[in-house]
């Protein structure tokens, strides 16, 4: 028995030595808020008295950036070096060869130099260019660059990932990576996106004056100066937070007024630094000599999400709640391609994935992203809590200790087996002695597969134990299903389709296999459009919806927080007939609505009954209270519950309102399936709870146009999901989009 103890001391040890380390809140050590105010000026589009006359009556410590300067007389030069730092813009300049961007550059500098008396201390590109960040320092002494934007994707044939919206020093082989040496060019980002919102609901929520309609305008300064506000505050070891706009994009928006209120705003606070570009260069080659380690603590005043950001020489790394959904390790990454070649884009045609100038950094996990002009999560996040400056580390001790475990644990096992035949054959000991044998072998296995688990629990490694579900596998065909069974078609998250163009022919393919799949019902789980009081997303969406409603074909509807103005607001759903309840509320499968927001819906097969009730994103209490009404007549019904959010793709919930909603779940017995959408940390996710399974799917890109097929087999009581999609004409035969679950229906 002693041996037993001293095994159990030394497990006890070993797991006490596992470092689980709780990320501390770093508010600004140096204590320093710093903000930049920059104004880009195109003169070819703005006359030079009318900015004169706006900027003199909004005086302040501004950079402008120069487009189109060369027709400045000596006057007007002057006036503009009086009353700001001047910088040159420079665009696209990977699209030309490095001897091209040469040429061009040092024509540029020379002019002017002739027109300003010196060369400029810095140089403004929305995609800063790595050869020409290492020429104009070696030549012409030039000291930071202004621009990056952070993660941008396809947006204006630029796609940029990896890179950071705070201060650092550019390594000399790609821009968007830090220089592991102390120094070198600093860049400085021109404008602060939200650091969470900006990934998850769409790219345009940053700090300008122009919001593209996703908040009314009257609410788009206080967010912008709330924004600055939130970064100033959760960044260490130093606050800093960038507001700049094009002057003359601004003032043909009519928006000038909202540029006046959060220039009003900035000047008179109290607690902050109103610093030029060059001034914020000095000040930070003064204070580091190398790049410094960065953590942002943020919640966005949009969404509410919160989110943790840890960047270093080495990586960058972002964690939603308990999940890292962001990692780009610097150490692995190769050189910018366009040090020593040009891009091949075409300007006169559509912007695309393949055709923009992409100098992206490679993403070690990519769960983070799918917003309007974001890119698409491509990977599934990974637990963790400890301190995130670890995470690198035990990421690799993960993947190695895994590959590990794949040797060790079956060696162990036949180890075990092997000594007790030995024992037991060799020393002819009796039966008591084997019994105590193998029981002292079962607590050594019970305490190394505790030992795995707590291994698991801390995030260090993910341990899925193959079989640990009995689920269908034997997939019924798609063909004759009305003999056994039906299908339902769900599909979600169609907001960037709606931006984009009418998806009639997503919705034609769906009407068209109704009659082969046995289809009573399509289940549409909200974020129809991006924007909620966007006329023309919402035209598409009717447009495209409408083609199931004039082939006859039944559809349950919910809104998304991209179909409303805040939870469980305004919206304009039903001024369109595919999203009015009134619509279809006389026909023989419609159960119940909450106004045009949330549906419910009912059919039968053979003697079984079933019920869709379709929940709107973070409902509230009134309709929580019609959900709850919906519920308690359910009796005899199978339910189905599509809510637009409730799980992750991970299984973990997002916000308290869904784990808050499962305990009402849980008071529901007969619920057989819970569908959702909306997160966009991953794409696919399935897990039985308390006897019901709970599905996240969600594609949320300009290939979203993929549709969830869930056939009930009832001669079996399984239910097979599978996944089309339509923009490849493809179905997915990975076991996240196809996999089969029991249920034990009622009658």
């Known amino acids: 028995m002693k041996k037993y103890i001293v095994l159990v001391l030394f497990l006890v040890l070993a797991l006490s030595v596992i470092p689980i380390n709780l990320q501390v809140v770093h508010g600004a050590e140096t204590g320093k808020r710093i903000v930049t105010m920059v104004i880009y000026v195109n003169f070819a589009l703005v006359d030079f008295d009318d900015f004169y006359g706006w900027v003199s009556a909004f005086p302040s410590n501004y950079t402008f950036i120069l487009d189109n300067w060369g027709s400045l007389n000596a006057t007007q030069a002057g006036w503009l070096k009086s009353q700001a730092e001047l910088i040159p813009a420079l665009s696209y300049m990977q699209a030309w060869t490095p001897a091209v961007r040469v040429s061009y550059i040092d024509s540029l500098l020379t002019d002017w130099k002739r027109m300003f008396g010196s060369y400029p201390k810095g140089i403004f590109s929305f995609q800063p260019d790595t050869f020409l960040v290492n020429y104009t320092a070696q030549k012409y002494g030039v000291e930071y660059w202004h621009g990056t934007c952070f993660d941008q994707y396809i947006s204006d044939y630029m796609t940029q990932r990896g890179g950071w919206q705070l201060p650092y020093y550019a390594s000399e082989t790609h821009v968007l990576r830090p220089n592991t040496d102390d120094g070198g060019v600093a860049i400085l980002p021109h404008e602060t996106w939200d650091w969470v919102a900006s990934f998850t609901d769409n790219a345009q929520i940053l700090t300008h004056p ?358 469980c607001g305004a919206t304009i759903c039903g001024d369109y007939a595919s999203f009015n309840a009134g619509t279809f509320s006389g026909g023989n499968y419609w159960f119940s609505n909450y106004g045009n927001r949330d549906t419910a819906v009912n059919f039968t097969f053979g003697s079984y009954k079933f019920l869709i009730v379709n929940l709107e994103f973070r409902a509230n209490a009134s309709v929580l209270g019609w959900f709850t009404d919906v519920m308690d007549a359910s009796a005899g019904y199978n339910v189905i519950v599509a809510a637009h959010s409730y799980i992750n793709s991970t299984g973990q919930f997002i916000y308290t309102w869904e784990s808050e909603f499962k305990t009402l779940l849980d008071g529901y017995s007969n619920i057989v399936a819970v569908l959702c959408g909306h997160a966009i940390d991953g794409t696919a996710w399935n897990q039985n709870v308390n006897g019901r399974e709970e599905i996240f799917f969600n594609r949320q890109t300009e290939q979203s146009d993929v549709a969830r097929v869930l056939t009930f087999d009832m001669a079996k009581w399984a239910v097979f999901v599978r996944t089309y999609q339509f923009y490849d004409d493809s179905w997915c035969v990975d076991s996240a989009n196809r996999f089969g679950f029991w249920i034990d229906p009622v009658q």
């Open 210 to 567: 122009l919001w593209g309609g996703i908040v009314p305008d009257a609410q788009v300064a206080s967010y912008v100066l709330e924004i600055i506000n939130r970064t100033l505050n959760g960044v260490s070891p130093f606050g800093y937070s960038t507001f700049m706009f094009e002057y003359d994009w601004v003032k043909a928006k009519n928006r000038l007024w909202i540029t006046e209120e959060i220039i009003g705003n900035l000047t008179s606070w109290d607690n902050i630094e109103l610093l030029k570009l060059g001034e914020v260069t000095d000040w930070f080659k003064a204070t580091y000599d190398s790049t410094p380690t960065y953590r942002v603590n943020f919640q966005s005043p949009y969404s509410n999400a919160t989110i943790d950001w840890y960047y270093s020489t080495d990586c960058r790394v972002a964690r939603v709640g308990n999940y890292v959904v962001s990692f780009v390790d610097y150490a692995v990454q190769g050189s910018d391609t366009f040090l020593t070649t040009n891009a091949t884009v075409d300007f006169e045609s559509e912007k695309s994935a393949t055709n923009c100038i992409d100098d992206s950094l490679n993403f070690t996990i990519n769960a983070l992203g799918g917003a309007t002009l974001k890119a698409p999560v491509t990977t599934s996040s990974k637990y963790y809590i400890g301190d995130l400056a670890n995470f690198k580390v035990q990421y690799y001790s993960d993947l190695e200790l895994q590959e590990a475990l794949r040797v060790v644990i079956p060696l162990f096992v036949f180890v075990i087996i092997l000594v007790a035949v030995l024992i037991a054959f060799r020393r002819k000991i009796k039966l008591r002695k084997l019994f105590n044998t193998v029981i002292g072998l079962t607590m050594t296995c019970v305490m190394l597969t505790g030992f795995l688990y707590a291994l698991d629990a801390t995030g260090i490694v993910d341990i899925n134990l193959v079989g640990e579900e009995n689920r269908p596998t034997e997939f019924t065909p798609l063909v004759n299903v009305a003999d056994y069974g039906f299908s339902l078609v769900w599909i979600t998250d169609t907001q960037v389709l709606s931006t984009l163009y009418d998806w009639s022919n997503f919705t034609s393919w769906i009407a068209g296999v109704v009659t082969d799949y046995n289809v009573p019902m399509v289940v549409h789980t909200g974020d129809i459009v991006s924007t909620w009081n966007n006329t023309a997303e919402w035209e598409y969406a009717n447009s495209s919806m409408g083609v199931l409603a004039d082939a006859g074909v039944p559809y349950t509807w919910c809104l998304g927080n991209h179909d409303e103005n805040g939870d």
